[in-house]
Nanobody, 123 residues
Framework: QAQLVESGGGSVQTGGSLSLSCAAS????????MAWFRQAPGKEREGVAF???????SYADSVKGRFTISRDNTEMTLWLQMNNLLPEDTGTYYC?????????????????WGQGTQVTVSS
């Protein structure tokens, strides 16, 4: 059975950095598009970074230039490097996977989800 497990969340001050990782198992990882979503309290879940099977990336405007998504198909791992963090980056971060060519922007199109990891940025 497919499983995604995130790690690396925590608490930092504004301007700090955090690195998230997502270990995948039980799926043909190299055939999946991957993404990071986040959900702040009282808000809808939003996509922040996406990567296709060929390592092509895209980002939400709110994180461009600050976040970097990457993957290793051999290690079946996804990462999110977050720099210059802001209080509005606070939320629960989830990795998600869907088999296909182009990573969807909508969360309801993803098949597998991790359990989430909390990121808190204080001012």
């Amino acid at each position: 059975q497919a499983q995604l497990v995130e790690s690396g969340g925590g608490s930092v001050q504004t301007g700090g950095s955090l690195s998230l990782s997502c270990a995948a198992s039980g799926l043909a990882y190299s055939r999946y598009c991957m993404a990071w979503f986040r959900q702040a309290p009282g808000k809808e879940r939003e996509g922040v970074a996406f990567i296709d099977r060929d390592y092509i990336t895209s980002y939400a405007d709110s994180v461009k230039g600050r976040f970097t998504i990457s993957r290793d198909n051999t290690e079946m791992t996804l990462w999110l490097q977050m720099n210059n963090l802001l209080p509005e980056d606070t939320g629960t971060y989830y990795c998600a996977a869907v088999r296909g060519v182009v990573p969807p922007l909508r969360d309801d199109e993803y098949t597998y989800w991790g359990q989430g990891t909390q990121v808190t940025v204080s001012s």
